[in-house]
């Protein structure tokens, strides 16, 4: 028979053989969530990992309605292209870590957007990143440029639970946590006595299940409370559609009948409101019940409008070498991409190897290729 002195001393560890059962419960589908990340389902009973949802359920649920609010345009936009780079949608949880679906977030380390890139980071993976156009607040560019990204780094580490370390520590800093342990085990790695990885790289690791756990609960639950949640901060109420450069928010609010504040709201990535001629073609959000006046009222410029405004009065023939875009393109003829674009009817900024593509050029642009190109310039 257990004496009290044993049975004081045995008390401490009740919860922890307790708690994995009601948090299995509380999150059903927390086996789904670890094994897209190559998690062991185990870990839902990790003491820190306990520890971590036990202090932090309550204020994480709050960010997480809070998150989906602000980033309710952009989720359904973001399932579609980590899907279509093979990625699982569960990534969307890595944006909402990152920024909170705060379209202007930026970190102290002045990492900037809804996927923090640092500039560096950013220019590697094609963004624009200057004075007038910074690609990392733009929620279509950044989501394409995070998807490579992280496909790169399973690319070195094999294992999405490692792109997750990577992306938030740097991959020189994992590579060196690897070796030390001489392990790239999971829970190795996210020891908190040996410390291979840094606290917020683990905190970071842990915020993202947990966000993960409540958001598939949330989609897949029945009950009454989580299926308002899903109505409210959810909805299917926006479209994105291309728009070419060279106009402005404004001016597309006015054809299809919408209030101006409502698409700066929907686009904060378009600065000032304003679509330049030198990014070619975008995609923005518009309230989905003004798509009928969309399709019917906008048009793109067309070619004989472009060749009246710019003088152009002839067409080159350009085949598309591997590795070239549309920006190198329109820097050899010196010309915008917005003029490629519409004489091409691209529908969007991608170019590939072999395209043959028609370049309108004045006589004058003409005549100073063709001079540059004897001369070999």
């Given at each position: 028979m257990?004496n009290?002195?044993?049975?004081?001393?045995a008390?401490?560890?009740?919860?922890?053989?307790?708690?994995?059962?009601?948090?299995?419960?509380?999150?059903?589908?927390?086996?789904?969530?670890?094994?897209?990340f190559?998690?062991?389902?185990?870990?839902?009973?990790?003491?820190?990992?306990?520890?971590?949802?036990?202090?932090n359920?309550?204020k994480?649920?709050r960010?997480y309605?809070?998150?989906?609010k602000?980033?309710?345009?952009y989720?359904?936009?973001?399932k579609?292209?980590?899907?279509?780079?093979?990625?699982?949608?569960?990534?969307i949880?890595?944006?909402?870590?990152?920024?909170?679906?705060?379209?202007?977030?930026r970190?102290?380390?002045?990492?900037?957007g809804l996927w923090q890139?640092?500039?560096?980071?950013?220019?590697r993976?094609?963004?624009k990143?200057?004075?007038?156009?910074?690609?990392?607040?733009?929620?279509?560019?950044?989501?394409?440029?995070?998807?490579?990204?992280?496909?790169?780094?399973?690319?070195?580490?094999?294992?999405?639970?490692l792109?997750l370390?990577?992306?938030?520590?740097?991959?020189?800093?994992?590579?060196?946590?690897?070796?030390r342990?001489?392990?790239?085990?999971?829970?190795?790695?996210?020891?908190?006595?040996?410390?291979y990885?840094?606290?917020?790289?683990?905190?970071?690791?842990?915020?993202?299940?947990?966000?993960?756990?409540?958001?598939?609960?949330?989609?897949?639950s029945?009950k009454?409370e989580?299926?308002?949640?899903?109505r409210?901060?959810?909805?299917?109420?926006?479209t994105?559609?291309?728009?070419?450069g060279g106009?402005t928010?404004?001016?597309?609010?006015?054809?299809?009948h919408?209030?101006?504040?409502?698409?700066?709201r929907?686009?904060?990535?378009?600065?000032?409101?304003?679509?330049?001629p030198e990014?070619?073609?975008?995609?923005?959000?518009?309230p989905?019940?003004?798509?009928p006046?969309?399709?019917?009222?906008?048009?793109?410029?067309?070619?004989?409008?472009?060749?009246?405004r710019?003088?152009?009065?002839?067409?080159?023939?350009?085949?598309?070498?591997?590795?070239?875009?549309?920006?190198?393109?329109?820097?050899?003829?010196?010309?915008?991409?917005?003029?490629i674009?519409?004489a091409?009817?691209?529908?969007?900024?991608?170019?590939?190897?072999g395209q043959?593509?028609?370049?309108?050029?004045s006589?004058?642009?003409y005549?100073?290729?063709?001079t540059?190109?004897?001369?070999?310039?």
């Amino acid at each position: 028979m257990m004496n009290r002195r044993t049975f004081i001393l045995a008390l401490p560890l009740l919860p922890a053989l307790l708690y994995p059962t009601a948090l299995q419960k509380s999150y059903p589908n927390f086996e789904t969530v670890f094994k897209e990340f190559d998690i062991q389902a185990s870990y839902i009973e990790n003491p820190d990992f306990m520890k971590f949802v036990t202090l932090n359920e309550e204020k994480y649920r709050r960010f997480y309605k809070n998150s989906l609010k602000r980033g309710a345009a952009y989720i359904p936009m973001f399932k579609q292209l980590l899907i279509s780079q093979g990625l699982s949608d569960l990534f969307i949880y890595m944006s909402m870590t990152e920024s909170g679906f705060q379209t202007y977030a930026r970190s102290p380390k002045q990492a900037a957007g809804l996927w923090q890139f640092m500039a560096a980071t950013a220019k590697r993976f094609n963004l624009k990143v200057g004075k007038d156009i910074d690609e990392r607040y733009d929620p279509v560019a950044s989501t394409e440029a995070a998807s490579k990204y992280i496909r790169f780094l399973y690319s070195l580490f094999g294992k999405w639970y490692l792109v997750l370390m990577a992306y938030n520590c740097g991959e020189g800093r994992l590579k060196r946590a690897i070796e030390r342990a001489q392990t790239d085990d999971f829970e190795t790695l996210m020891s908190e006595e040996k410390r291979y990885i840094p606290a917020e790289t683990r905190r970071y690791i842990q915020k993202i299940l947990l966000l993960s756990m409540m958001g598939e609960r949330i989609r897949s639950s029945k009950k009454s409370e989580e299926k308002r949640i899903k109505r409210e901060i959810l909805p299917d109420s926006e479209t994105l559609v291309n728009i070419y450069g060279g106009t402005t928010l404004e001016e597309i609010a006015a054809l299809i009948h919408a209030n101006p504040g409502e698409l700066y709201r929907l686009n904060p990535q378009i600065k000032g409101g304003v679509i330049p001629p030198e990014i070619s073609i975008t995609q923005i959000f518009i309230p989905t019940k003004r798509l009928p006046w969309f399709r019917a009222y906008y048009h793109p410029p067309t070619l004989k409008e472009i060749f009246a405004r710019e003088g152009y009065t002839k067409l080159v023939t350009h085949i598309v070498k591997g590795g070239e875009t549309l920006r190198d393109i329109s820097s050899r003829y010196r010309i915008p991409e917005l003029d490629i674009t519409i004489a091409n009817s691209l529908r969007s900024r991608k170019v590939h190897n072999g395209q043959i593509l028609m370049i309108p050029m004045s006589q004058k642009s003409y005549d100073d290729m063709m001079t540059r190109e004897m001369n070999g310039i």
